[in-house]
């Protein structure tokens, strides 16, 4: 009875700890709500959120956000349960859910993320808007995290293009469409998409000549369409889109094999085997060659027309 006693207490106690009191607190038209044991993380965001609130407006035509919306910090064992509920894959570190206009973030404990808080806030945060600019407007999955992408780190690195490039030598590139099916890929396999995501972009900012053109873009794309905005903007439609980025992947980035360090290595394996092989080849044949001598030298072969004459003449004379 004791023992069931001390367990229902500790029961108790636990799920006290999990159930902590919410707060919130507001910046500009969001409502930022935390547990105590969050907040270090709740401020973090806040003060992103300041940074980035005003430049993603210059990615689009002015417009006002009449709706308020909500990011939701959630300890690690309502993350977990939160992610598990919404089929969100382990990698999964934040998410954007549209009908309740709300991000969703993971608490300080969570590490299991392909990216960082920070690079996390803003990739979301660039989907909400995107979602609140266009509306119920449909675009590629990979524009949304292309530009997603774009928003939280800019360019693409030095590891992301090493990243492209041994997909490319691999012919392992994902299509574009293979992108609409993100949640279910492996962690290695989606890291790949967002890389391919953020190129896909870039080459279309290249079309458009700068992200300063972006807004009309996202101005066409809402009025007409996503096809439409393509054909009048980029002159081609999806497919061409699709093939005349993946030729200018391959011009860019194929190169970027030169600088993995895997690639060396595997360079150095086969010079070396080659290396070894000529090395055994040539030891071989100067170890037969010396026994050949060797067998001369002891087995001399006296030809058939010489007589015992001719060898006593072959003998040196006696001093």
């Known amino acids: ?120 806030f803003r990739h979301e945060l660039a989907h909400l808007f995107l979602q609140a600019y266009l509306q119920t407007v449909p675009v590629p999955r990979w524009y949304h995290e292309g530009f997603a992408e774009y928003v939280s780190q800019g360019n693409l690195t030095m590891e992301d293009g090493r990243r492209l490039a041994n997909a490319i030598w691999g012919k392992n590139l994902l299509l574009l469409a293979d992108i609409d099916s993100l949640n279910e890929l492996p962690a290695s396999r989606a890291r790949l998409a967002y890389v391919e995501s953020l190129s896909a972009f870039l080459f279309l900012l290249k079309q458009l000549g700068g992200a300063a053109n972006l807004p009309a873009f996202h101005e066409t794309v809402k009025q007409q369409g996503w096809d439409q905005a393509l ?24 190169w970027f094999i030169f600088t993995n360090l895997d690639f060396w290595l595997w360079v150095l394996a086969v010079l070396g085997s080659i290396g070894i092989y000529y090395q055994i080849r040539r030891r071989n044949k100067k170890r037969l060659a010396e026994w050949e001598a060797q067998e001369r030298y002891q087995f001399p072969v006296t030809p058939p027309w010489r007589t015992e004459e001719d060898e006593w003449d072959d003998r040196p004379p006696k001093k």
């Open 1 to 120: 009875m004791k023992f069931i006693s001390i367990l229902a207490l500790f029961l108790i106690t636990v799920q006290l700890a999990w159930a902590q009191p919410k707060r919130t607190f507001r910046v500009a038209q969001f409502d930022i709500q935390y547990s105590i044991s969050d907040e270090g993380v709740a401020l973090q965001v806040s003060e992103l959120l300041k940074q980035e609130h005003q430049r993603l407006q210059r990615f689009f035509p002015p417009f006002t956000m009449r709706q308020r919306y909500g990011i939701e910090i959630l300890p690690a064992p309502e993350w977990t349960a939160f992610r598990r509920r919404m089929g969100l894959p382990a990698w999964s570190g934040g998410v954007y859910v549209a009908r309740e206009r709300k991000i969703f973030l993971p608490g300080q404990n969570v590490t299991q993320s392909l990216f960082t808080l920070e690079h996390t």
């Open 231 to 254: 054909t009048r903007h980029l002159q081609m439609d999806a497919i061409d889109f699709e093939i005349k980025w993946y030729h200018w992947l391959e011009a860019e980035y194929r």
